[in-house]
């Protein structure tokens, strides 16, 4: 779950799907809408990540950001060329995307997410 401070200051514990649905509609007057965003890619990605962490981790309890680890890859992909280059797209769900889209998109929500003039302050668990 993730923490959604607002501009009245209180705070929301939200489940990462409703999170991602939250954000689309809080974001997109800085170029960042609900259609940039494939939900089926971040969806799918959550949950495999989610079942491999749960997988290793057996009776432990998960924390993890879908979105930092998307947007850690993002930067590692930025400096992968061939094989590496497609296994980190496959993974992450970005393979049927055109080459490159996928920074935009990345870049897109971290200037929202970094905006100092947003009325509202976003904390990840």
């Excluded at 990605?45 to 930092?68: C, D, K, M, T």
């Excluded at 970005?94 to 971290?110: A, D």
Aim: net charge negative.
């Amino acid at each position: 779950s993730l923490s959604v401070v607002c501009a009245e200051m209180s705070v929301l514990e939200v489940s990462t799907p409703l999170f991602l649905f939250l954000l689309s509609i809080l974001l997109p007057g800085y170029g960042c809408w609900a259609a940039d965003v494939p939900e089926d890619t971040t969806s799918e990605f959550s949950v495999r990540l989610y079942h491999r962490l749960q997988a290793a981790g057996g009776q432990e309890n998960i924390i993890f950001s879908p979105l930092s680890v998307s947007v850690a890859l993002g930067m590692v992909e930025l400096g992968a060329r061939g094989a590496s280059l497609e296994e980190i797209r496959e993974a992450v769900g970005f393979s049927h995307l055109l080459p490159g889209v996928e920074f935009s998109l990345l870049q897109n929500l971290t200037e929202a997410l970094s905006d100092d003039d947003a009325h509202y302050v976003i904390r990840f668990a």
